[in-house]
């Protein structure tokens, strides 16, 4: 695989550290006058998330990390994997647990998602930033119940919980953000 | 179409820059300090192994372009004895990153029988002038006192476990060589640290980092007779009780050109009319390098040197 000099360093190079890859968040340029130069980074794990800080002389290789982002459908899930196919070439991907991770609870089929793959195997996955979800089970709201802060919890079609509005009925089709987990609106 | 035919700094950024060469010109008019041009080649390129100078081919000959007008200002002073200055361009291969580019502004003086303490009181009230202050307050601290206090070092007693183990903390490997170590401690640890309201100045550096400061026991251990100056969180300046001795020079450049053959690097030709000059006898004196376009991202609180460019190399 190729690799990367420090002074090709910059913000999003997917980069292999001790055989982990690594996204670059920040990148510092740092010498006194008359020493050392170094290169300073803020580096993510991919894997974990985890991000820590690296320090190379500058001048010095790294290798570069396999990584490519795709977009995919989610076709279904079978208790072990879940299966994403890339729409125009019907490639299919299966992702494990660990890659899928807390977005398992937004996907639905036939959405597209952000695939991210590390030696052509999955290793995360991002749903879309926004998820149209059948409400599957809540509590009738009561009008003038705002003892709960106008808020309810609702079971969605793909098992998530969010809060939501007390007007809102189960069998309803909600909007919610998938980055924070919270409602957005109703869907008509 | 890109812009990039375009400055990267805006009209305010010129203006404050005619302003400030003005202001430091107007500084040494009245200090009775003369403006010299020097050339901007030269036959000799700098030894210094952190320092990578940059070269041209003319009908078949090297020259180097200057990383400072120090030699050859060096010379002129063999020859003249009296107090001078110079604003030029100076050029660093693989520097570039916030706070530097390629080719970059220095002001760089000398003050014949001066001692770099004198020179520092000096230092800080031009850069006072530069930022439009009346007086700024200043700090000064030896080296030893800086890493002790904020890197846990001391560099004259600590083994190679402890700086190791410091930086390693830092997200280093173990690959690093002692100065390599300290000079990261001193970058992370110390200069971030320093009060950036004040002109702070570190002296008294380690031997091994002497560079063309003369060395003494004053303080009862070796150390270098040579100081930093920084404000703002950034280094400004850099400057020596100059080191007049001919044979220690010329031991120094070897030694020099001995370590960059080691690691695998170019050694450029030496000096040896810098030599000369200092066979034939160079004043005791202090000097000092400091970087104008600092000066300016300081004057008009830029967080990139780009800022205060008209073109930065990628742009040139």
Redesign the interface.
């Given at each position: 695989m190729a690799s990367y000099s420090t002074n090709e360093f910059k913000r999003g190079l997917k980069i292999l550290l001790d055989g982990e890859p690594f996204n670059i968040v920040e990148n510092e340029f740092v010498k006194p006058g008359k020493g050392q130069a170094f290169s300073r980074v803020k580096v993510r794990n991919l894997r974990t998330g985890r991000v820590v800080e690296k320090t190379f002389r500058s001048g010095e290789s790294v290798e570069a990390a396999d990584i490519f982002e795709k977009e995919m459908q989610y076709l279904y899930a079978d208790g072990e994997f879940w299966h994403f196919m890339v729409p125009d070439t019907f490639e299919q991907y299966a992702a494990e647990e660990a890659a899928v991770g807390e977005s398992a609870q937004w996907l639905k089929e036939e959405d597209v998602c952000q695939i991210m793959l590390w030696n052509d195997s999955p290793l995360s996955v991002l749903p879309p930033n926004f998820v149209e979800l059948k409400i599957t089970e809540t509590d009738p709201g009561e009008r003038g119940d705002t003892s709960s802060g106008g808020v309810k919890p609702a079971t969605l079609e793909t098992g998530a919980v969010v809060r939501v509005p007390l007007f809102v009925n189960e069998g309803e089709v909600v909007k919610v953000d998938t980055r924070t987990g919270e409602y957005v609106s109703r869907v008509k | 179409m890109s812009d990039d035919w375009r400055p990267s700094g805006d009209g305010d950024c010129l203006m404050a820059r005619a302003s400030l060469l003005r202001g430091i010109r107007d500084f040494f008019e009245r200090e009775d300090v003369l403006e010299v041009e020097t050339p901007v080649l030269s036959s000799a390129g700098n030894s210094?192994p952190?320092?990578e100078s940059l070269s041209i081919d003319i009908n078949g000959q090297r020259f180097w372009l200057q990383t400072s007008p120090e030699f050859a200002m060096k010379r002129l002073l063999a020859a003249e004895h009296r107090a001078i200055y110079q604003i030029c361009k100076v050029f660093r291969g693989?520097?570039?990153?916030?706070?530097?580019n390629l080719e970059f502004t220095m002001l760089e003086w000398y003050r014949p029988g001066w001692t770099h303490f004198e020179l520092m009181d000096e230092v800080a009230r031009l850069i006072a002038l530069a930022l439009g202050r009346a007086a700024l307050p200043t700090g000064t601290l030896t080296y030893r006192e800086a890493m002790r206090t904020h890197g846990q070092i001391d560099p004259w007693l600590c083994g190679e476990n402890d700086l190791r183990t410091a930086?390693g903390e830092?997200?280093?490997d173990a690959s690093?060589d002692r100065?390599?170590a300290?000079?990261?401690i001193?970058?992370?640890r110390v200069?971030p640290n320093l009060d950036p309201d004040s002109v702070i100045f570190i002296h008294a550096f380690p031997e091994s980092?002497a560079?063309l400061a003369r060395l003494d026991e004053e303080l009862g251990y070796p150390s270098a007779r040579r100081f930093?100056a920084f404000f703002g969180g950034m280094?400004l300046a850099?400057g020596y009780h100059e080191l007049t001795d001919p044979d220690e020079q010329e031991q120094r450049i070897k030694t020099e050109l001995e370590q960059r053959r080691r690691a695998g690097l170019e050694q450029p030709t030496a000096d040896h009319r810098l030599i000369k000059a200092l066979q034939h006898g160079l004043p005791a004196c202090a000097g000092v390098a400091m970087g104008i376009d600092r000066l300016l991202m300081l004057r008009s609180g830029a967080r990139h040197i780009d800022e205060v460019l008209c073109f930065p190399v990628e742009r040139a």
């Open positions: - | 210094d952190r320092i693989g520097e570039r990153g916030r706070n530097h930086v830092l997200g280093a690093l100065d390599e300290l000079d990261l001193f970058s992370v200069v980092q560079a930093e280094e850099n």
